[in-house]
């Protein structure tokens, strides 16, 4: 597959976005249910800057949604779009894939279990 220059752009896009710190955390742990502000940045311990920053990344590329209740005071919730579950999909699959290492006897060490990886010795 040849990637034309706007597509390499895209891909470069997402990647940043996805690569910053904190950023698949978010994903993940809306995918599990729709969060408070205040509880993603307790659940994943950042701070509120970076949080406010990966959020905004995430939501500009159609990843998050943002919807505030009229409370007092308002009440953030974000959710993932269902072009943040395909992400988080990929992203699921790429973690699986990145925690087995191939070993040169054709067998695989998980990551999980660090006494497995002395095939690749």
Not at 45 to 56: A, Q
Not at 71 to 81: G, K, M, N, R, V
Request: aromatic fraction near 4%; glycine fraction near 4%.
């Amino acid at each position: 597959m040849t990637l034309d220059t706007d597509q390499q752009a895209a891909w470069h896009d997402l990647a940043d976005v996805l690569g910053a710190k904190y950023a698949p955390h978010v994903l993940f742990a809306l995918d599990a249910d729709d969060r408070r502000f205040s509880n993603l940045r307790r659940e994943l311990d950042v701070t509120s800057s970076t949080l406010s920053r990966r959020l905004d990344a995430l939501s500009c590329r159609g990843l998050v949604s943002r919807r505030v209740a009229a409370t007092s005071p308002p009440t953030t919730w974000y959710t993932l779009t269902d072009a943040g579950r395909d992400v988080v999909a990929a992203l699921s699959t790429i973690d699986d894939r990145a925690r087995v290492v191939p070993c040169g006897d054709g067998t695989c060490a998980h990551l999980s279990s660090p006494a497995s990886l002395d095939c690749c010795d």
